[in-house]
């Protein structure tokens, strides 16, 4: 059906920046909403970051206009750029897509969740 693959995480220094991406492959007819959700271990995951196919966006309090999420519909592609990274923002970092997929039987839409990429901010 649909995958969705993270990569750019790594382990940096506060005050860095790391940028995040996020390719979605398979039977896509378009994308919807993509996102970026992150998650401490023990904890829920939260949003960080939406982008709609109209380009509008929409942000969790806690990036504080640290962070801008971008998406390259040709590409299939959602980045998430981070600048001036804290402590706090160490977590697993999961892409996230509303996608209007073709099946065996027609096509539906549906949410599509990647495995997460790691990002750890040392102090």
């Known amino acids: 059906q649909v995958q969705l693959v993270e990569s750019g995480g790594a382990l940096v220094q506060a005050g860095d920046s790391l940028r995040l991406s996020c390719v979605a492959s398979?039977?896509?007819?378009?994308?919807?909403?993509m996102g970026w959700y992150r998650q401490v271990p023990g904890r829920q995951r939260k949003m960080v970051a939406n982008?709609?196919?109209?380009?509008?966006?929409a942000y969790a309090d806690f990036v504080e206009g640290r962070f801008t999420i971008s998406r390259d519909d040709a590409k299939n592609t959602v980045y998430l750029q981070m600048n001036n990274l804290k402590r706090e923002d160490t977590a697993i970092y999961y892409c996230?897509?509303?996608?209007?997929?073709?099946?065996?039987?027609?096509?539906?839409?549906?949410?599509?969740w990647g495995r997460g990429t790691g990002v750890t901010v040392s102090s």
């Open positions: 996230y897509g509303y996608i209007h997929y073709a099946h065996t039987s027609g096509s539906d839409h549906a949410d599509f």
């Open positions: 398979g039977s896509i007819i378009d994308i919807d909403r």
């Open positions: 982008i709609l196919s109209t380009g509008d966006t």
